[in-house]
């Protein structure tokens, strides 16, 4: 029987990972101390790997399919192949950015400022091709963590990953450039996206993830309406696309069925009350295909 060896992100990432699949309908199982998750699809065999290690064994063929960030295939120069982008993370859904921060009193202001200094940093390839890119020359060093902690002492520089840059602000430093935005990634092997069986199970488990994403901040509302108050509660209604509308036993009146923001249900649902809606119900969604 054919297998997909799918690549599981390690670390910050695992557990929304594995929340994610089970909302995509996959229950995955990590046992203590095992890196060899159990799914419940036996064409489909897991296993965990640091997301900063998941490209470069992608494209060597060892595992066809992972997650991982957009920001470690460029880290690994990886040659694979991408199937969708998953706008994820360990708490937000934006994407984040690797930057390069200074302390508040630098004289560094720009990427020629950095010439002869020390960058700390734990993605260093993509810190000397950036400084490549502006034709500097400086010395760049590997960082094993608390890389916010290091200038001025230990570095000139920094190169790291932040969301909001809070982290950076905390410990007295600026955001001088940006370097790289990075989502999360499906990636595969070229030779795994080329065979039928394995592409159609990777494409079908990207659909399932980028359906549970979409249907984030988003809820689903039935309603009933008077004939005479449909234009009315339609001109309320800003649909992912045009709502369902259905016939009910009684001729005189219908059924609604839409998808909305969820954000906005507190302020509409008075205003379709208000314009003739009854039966109003409001429920969560694990999946929107579009």
Request: net charge negative.
């Amino acid at each position: 029987m054919s297998v997909l060896r799918l690549a599981l992100p390690k670390g910050s990432l695992e557990e929304t990972t594995v929340e994610m699949f089970r909302r995509a309908g996959y229950k995955i199982d990590i046992h203590s101390r095992s890196y060899y998750p159990e799914i419940d699809d036996p064409e489909i065999e897991c296993m965990l790997i640091r997301a900063q290690e998941i490209a470069r064994y992608v494209e060597l063929g060892i595992m066809d399919a992972g997650l991982t960030g957009y920001d470690w295939i460029l880290e690994n120069s990886a040659d694979v192949v991408e199937i969708a982008e998953l706008v994820y993370g360990k708490v937000g859904r934006k994407p984040l950015r690797w930057v390069l921060a200074v302390p508040n009193d630098s004289a560094i202001h720009c990427a020629k400022d950095l010439a002869g200094k020390r960058i700390a940093t734990e993605a260093m390839g993509m810190t000397k091709r950036y400084l490549e890119k502006h034709g500097v020359e400086a010395d760049v060093e590997f960082s094993w963590g608390a890389t916010e902690v290091k200038p001025p002492h230990l570095a000139d520089a920094i190169v790291e990953i932040t969301e909001t840059g809070s982290s950076l602000k905390a410990n007295n430093l600026r955001i001088v450039d940006t370097i790289c935005e990075t989502t999360t990634r499906f990636i595969a092997n070229k030779a795994a996206a080329a065979d039928p069986f394995k592409r159609q199970k990777m494409d079908g488990i990207a659909l399932l993830l980028q359906a549970v994403l979409a249907a984030e901040n988003k809820v689903g509302l039935m309603l009933n309406v008077h004939q005479k108050n449909l234009q009315e509660v339609l001109n309320l209604l800003p649909a992912l696309q045009q709502p369902t509308v259905s016939h009910l036993s009684n001729p005189e009146w219908l059924s609604l069925t839409t998808v909305l923001d969820s954000h906005i249900m507190r302020d509409i649902i008075p205003a379709l009350k208000a314009a003739g809606a009854v039966g109003l119900v409001e429920y969560t969604l694990n999946k929107v295909v579009f």
